[in-house]
């Protein structure tokens, strides 16, 4: 796939910056002669500022206008696939969070990068969709369903290691007596945290008002050790630890799919999970999607709504007359897009990422680990997936690609990056080296950095198990995504899309 093909896909819709990385870094003065490019939508306030001096465009009209072209808001576009609508995405891609990014003969995730095998007790709705869009099929003898794509799913022998403090072992958390004791007081909810989350038995509601800190401590001892690795997968999937988000997402992390006694299939394509987006993008009405359009304000009027849009790339302004709203689109935004609507969400944390894409000039035939786990250095690392564990057909290069998960009040740091990114992509090659036990620097041929200011919400006690959509029947807006009360996860977001578009859908 060329980059002009990808760029739908793949890039932000306001201009990369681009680092020269030539500069000695490390007491070896080694020099790094390699570009760095930067994707961030940081330039969204000074679009907002110009704009209103931009010239006014034709009017549209549709019956129904999804604000957000990430999976929740596709996943609306595909329930709505026959009906009268229009999509509008900032960004000149559509995936939201699940993007990627390609260079040369290399294609790699920049967002949420994989799933599992899904359980058959899952909403039915995502289940169906994904099966008409030919990704998911049943397993023959298992009670779940199973992913079609065989070749991208990842070797369970090649699946994950964690380095903590010098040492290797094959999970995060380290074996003993505590895990023991652990996995003892999970392991009846195994079967019982479904997604989405609202299938979730009420019997069960009440562990979303205690942080799974709380819970924990109320049932175990647990040594500092064992509370890092547990807050490690926290950060990872959560956002945050396990002192700051619910007991109910804790607990659905561990127990949403039967891994205590099964290894359930791990799927990975090389774009991870912008896969998803393109198979949903593919059946839908092309000249409906409006990419490069940034939503900037909706009112209510007797007809509905009326929609003020910009046109980034064309330097314009227009309007929208729309009858219904589906509003996909990052809630904390509400607050001067629809004040109406803001309340609802004003209590919704976000937790920062960036992602670090270190494209190396060859690749290897070692045996390598798809996620590379750290629990040692710096809090906010992740670690790291290596593409040599994935399937990748007629490539000569790989692609290890590096996660930072950033407390909420580092976001404004960001705003810095592009003289952060140099010392941020230094400390990623050394904290990779050390993980590798092998020298990459002069392997590297361009590095690319994505940062999402709000890339996820931050599960606390009583986020989840919300309803922003109980007066839509009045309101005729319809919110999803998963920053309207749901965990941070592929399926999530597109039941969110799904049910919203129903819900309208009912309105007539």
Not at 57 to 84: F, M
Request: aromatic fraction near 12%.
């Amino acid at each position: 796939m060329n980059r002009r093909d990808f760029m739908k896909f793949g890039a932000l819709s306001l201009s990369p910056i681009l680092v020269k990385y030539l500069n000695d870094w490390t007491t070896e003065t080694a020099e790094n002669n390699f570009d760095i490019e930067i994707l961030s939508d940081a330039g969204v306030g000074h679009v907002l500022w110009e704009s209103k001096d931009y010239a006014w465009g034709e009017n549209l009209t549709t019956q129904c206008l999804i604000v957000g072209g990430g999976i929740a808001g596709l996943s609306a576009a595909y329930q709505l696939r026959s009906e009268d609508f229009l999509l509008c995405e900032l960004s000149d891609y559509l995936g939201g969070s699940s993007s990627a990014n390609a260079h040369k003969d290399q294609y790699f995730a920049q967002g949420a990068h994989y799933d599992l095998a899904y359980p058959a007790y899952y909403g039915k709705e995502v289940l169906k969709m994904l099966y008409d869009l030919n990704v998911i099929d049943r397993h023959p003898t298992k009670e779940e369903w199973v992913f079609v794509d065989k070749h991208y799913l990842i070797a369970s022998e090649r699946e994950s290691i964690t380095y903590d403090k010098g040492t290797f072992r094959k999970d995060v958390l380290p074996e003993g007596k505590m895990k023991q004791q652990f996995e003892a007081l999970l392991r009846p909810f195994v079967g019982k945290m479904p997604m989405p989350t609202t299938l979730i038995d009420p019997a069960f509601h009440d562990l979303n008002t205690l942080t799974f800190r709380a819970f924990l401590e109320q049932k175990l001892t647990l040594d500092a050790n064992f509370i890092a690795a547990i807050d490690y997968g926290m950060i990872d999937d959560w956002g945050a630890t396990s002192s700051m988000i619910s007991a109910l997402a804790g607990i659905h992390y561990y127990t949403c799919r039967p891994y205590f006694d099964e290894n359930p299939e791990l799927f990975s394509p090389p774009q991870g999970n912008a896969y998803f987006a393109q198979k949903i993008i593919s059946q839908l009405p092309q000249e409906r999607l409006l990419a490069n359009r940034l939503v900037r304000a909706i009112e209510k009027n007797e007809q509905g709504f009326e929609v003020t849009v910009i046109d980034v790339k064309k330097k314009q302004q227009f309007k929208i007359q729309t009858t219904k709203i589906v509003y996909a689109a990052h809630k904390h935004a509400l607050k001067y897009i629809y004040p109406t609507g803001y309340d609802l969400f004003k209590n919704n944390q976000y937790a920062p990422w960036v992602v670090i894409n270190i494209v190396l000039n060859q690749n290897t035939l070692e045996k390598v680990y798809w996620q590379n786990e750290c629990l040692s250095g710096n809090p906010n690392f992740m670690g790291f997936v290596d593409s040599a564990a994935q399937f990748q057909s007629l490539t000569t290069r790989r692609t290890l690609t590096a996660y930072y998960c950033l407390e909420p009040k580092l976001r404004n740091d960001l705003l810095e990056i592009d003289q952060k990114a140099p010392a941020l992509v230094e400390q990623t090659i050394e904290a990779i080296e050390e993980i590798l036990k092998q020298p990459i620097r002069k392997k590297i041929e361009k590095v690319y950095l994505k940062v999402m200011g709000h890339a996820m919400p931050i599960p606390q006690p009583n986020f989840l198990l919300q309803n922003p959509n109980a007066r839509t029947q009045q309101t005729g807006i319809a919110y999803a995504g998963v920053d309207s009360g749901r965990l941070p996860l592929f399926f999530e977001a597109a039941d969110s899309g799904l049910q919203a578009a129903r819900l309208l859908q009912k309105l007539g």
